[in-house]
């Protein structure tokens, strides 16, 4: 609102929302903090907060005992493989239900929609199954395959919500240029679309990086992504809140930094166009 | 070349008929105007020559060939949209080069050609620029540009002035029929503003509900309207029509008479009335008179400075040759 | 508005994504049919072909699946009851006159980005530890007796949990709806002498449904596959069981893959009873 508000109703404002915000962020500070402390002062009582001696060292004890950039480099394939062939397949997908709408294309949207609610443990015994008879279990080709097809539904909506922004005249005018469908689609649309299919990618990313079902049960080493790698500190063995500490760090840095930079593409992407 | 021809050409949209059967030819060369109210098909006309849409049935043939099924890419057509349709993500350069980049032409060439288009439509100083920091009057001009280089066989423009100023559209009218005096290439022209028709057209097609109500050239069009609908659309303001007793004597259902076409005395005339709303614009002042039995006001063209007045009486009298008959159907009795 | 060309091409282009996700979503599901009338145990070497709807018939009468049931709509329920009210006020508050509001908005948002097994394993031991926790400590500073979260209130400490990654969701489409509500409607408003309260509740409030609709809708499906947080925490003891949960125990910790199948095909069915109102409401955006 364009009006003036007195300072000090400002002031009371945004005492408030620090003082919330600060709240919900805190655990994630306190994942932080505790990941450079010793084991001993990560369980002190009363807590320590911001003076004691830092350490790094449970980054290295990390990374040697469970070999962190294993997983991470799987996260990194796995996500960013899934989202680049589900772009691959969405966008011509999208161009069609965008640009040349049909009788059916409301509810070829809405049923692809309807996959992503499918309770995955109804489906997940015949996919070990197939998985196991194809020997591709813990393969990145079958991962990156299911978290294709799980977010495949969120990608085509996000582009077919950006693409029906795009003037269809523009794309008519490139016809009329002689561009061929291919052309059109790769000088014409695509460069219009980048901030479109840059915020898809970027959200596809985070929910590919996150995924904790299938990632969790269909892999065991070869390709198991952070998520499996966190999970290994699940039984509680002796002083370890410091090493869990750095371990989560270490898991959720990459995703918070490209998170905070595609907040806004989030809502779009999460309610399918319908808030904006 | 660029004669193109429609041969009973039909368009519908599911069970609506949007284009009856049409037949229509465009002489190479010729700047035609399609005319109409909004809704009345022309569009879907244009769309349906560029290949954007498909015919429903009938046939279409540019230059003697059959183009009917063939892509746009491949009719050889330009198109100027209304709304410039201009790629935001290229400069004006690659804007105007990527008809000839589709086309496979050398880089030389694209450039010469690129230079001379750029010359002809003052666009030199802009080519490295992005659509977005253009004027309206100037992304007409790239437009225009994008469609010349490519020397087609016509151009197509679907309402190309209709988002400028009324200012630049005088100035952009007058641009592309210079245009059209300099190429010499047939030019298809969609507008609902009759004015852009009789001032550009060699000949004009007059639409109503898909069907072609008149084809001729504008003067035709203003001295013979072929029916009551083109008589109302064609000239401005509108021709007077009088229903009636009126037009019982001129043994008519209805006699229309344009209001450049009275005579206006204040001392005798045919007609006796009183003078309503005077619109005065200088040159010409438009004065809007109620005359006894007629149910609508008779509008009179008068030279800028005739001293008239709300509620003056006055006389008109119709230029006998002047005026045009209707018989019950609403066509031109001869 | 296209001609036959583009619409053949459109198809062909359409075909790839339809397909992959037509074998993605056929296959499975009629192999888990197919299971489902089936005494299908592999670790006892069990393959009995055709034991009819008996999977179903046990699968719904055994009390665990009722207790499940009561457990998701207390779970989900709870969790959308926290994130929605918490979201509406959370976004009133973001949505104040506020010095570094951008810097709040990235505190608030940045629970969503954590990975949801990150997010359990640390709320279980660093915060819920009875001994070590910090709210153990926060609460010994009070002087109160430390609560042992996950096994006295098991139920609670995973709303909990599963509040605080899902909240920040809430908040931020919240948000978005509020800042998208026109001020002018707010000044006439307040032109016509309505006070704060009252704007808030005949005009702010109904601008939100529709976000608030959404925001509901959208949770419900995610909520009700939740995974990772049970696995993680309690792994479904102390009444945590949620039907999804319960199918995963039945199908891979006691496979016993003929009853699982069943119990996963009963959930299909009322996800999606579920699903069919999330696309009512989002079928009628697709228009606008």
Known sequence: MARAVTPQKKALWTVLAWIVGLIIFFPILWIILTSFKTEATAIADPPVWFFFDWTTENYGIVQDRSDYFRFLWNSVILSVGSTAVGILIAVPAAWSMAFVPGRRTKDILMWMLSTKMLPAVGVLFPIVLIAKWLNMYDSYILLIGVLTLINLPIIVWMLYTYFKEIPVDILEAARMDGATLRSEILYILTPMAIPGIASTVLLNIILAWNEAFWTLNLTTVSAAPLTKFIASYSSPEGLFFAKLSAASTMAIAPILILGWFSQKQLVRGLTFGAVK | MGRITLDKVTKRFGEVEVIPPLDLTIDDGEFVVFVGPSGCGKSTLLRLIAGLEDVSSGQIRIDGEDATQAPPAKRKLAMVFQSYALYPHMSVRKNIAFPLRMAGIDKAEQDRRIENAAKVLNLTDYLERRPGQLSGGQRQRVAIGRAIVREPAAFLFDEPLSNLDAALRVGMRLEISELHERLKTTMIYVTHDQVEAMTMADKIVVLRAGNIEQVGSPLTLYREPRNLFVAGFIGSPKMNLIDGAEAAKHGARTIGIRPEHIDVSPQAGTWEGTVGVSEHLGSDTFFHVHVDGMKEPITVRAGGEVGLHHGDKVYLTPQPERIHRFDDKGLRIA | ?288
């Open chain 3, 1 to 288: 508005m296209a001609t036959q060309h583009s619409r053949s091409a459109a198809r062909l282009m359409m075909a790839p994504a339809v397909f992959v996700l037509l074998v993605w979503m056929l296959v499975p599901l009629i192999m888990t049919l197919y299971f489902s009338v089936l005494d299908y145990r592999p670790m006892r070497g069990a393959f009995d072909c055709c034991v009819g709807l008996s999977n179903y018939t046990s699968f719904l009468t055994s009390s665990a699946f009722l207790d499940s049931i009561l457990v998701t709509l207390v779970m989900v329920g709870g969790i959308l009851a926290i994130t929605v009210v918490g979201g509406v006020a959370l976004a009133l508050l973001l949505d104040k006159p506020i010095w570094g509001q951008g810097i709040v908005r990235i505190l608030v948002i940045a629970p969503f980005f954590v990975m949801p097994t990150v997010s359990a394993l640390v709320w279980k031991n660093m915060f819920m530890d009875p001994v070590n926790g910090l709210l153990a400590h926060l609460w010994e500073f009070f002087g109160a007796e430390p609560i042992s979260w996950l096994s006295d209130l098991p139920l609670f400490s995973i709303i909990l949990i599963v509040s605080w990654q899902w909240l920040p969701f809430a908040t931020l489409i919240l948000l978005t709806a509020i800042q998208s509500l026109d001020s002018e409607q707010l000044e006439a408003a307040e032109m016509d002498g309505a006070p704060g309260y009252s704007r808030f509740l005949w005009i702010i409030l109904p601008h939100m449904a529709r976000a608030i609709t959404v925001v509901i809708l959208i949770q419900t499906i995610f909520l009700l596959s939740i995974f990772a947080e049970i696995f993680v925490t309690t792994n479904g003891a102390f009444g945590t069981r949620t039907l999804t949960y319960l199918v995963y125990q039945r199908v891979i910790e006691s496979q016993n893959v003929g009853l699982g199948s069943a119990g996963g095909i009963i959930a299909v069915i009322l996800a999606n009873i579920v699903a069919i109102f999330l696309m009512r409401i989002v079928g009628k955006n697709l228009d606008a």
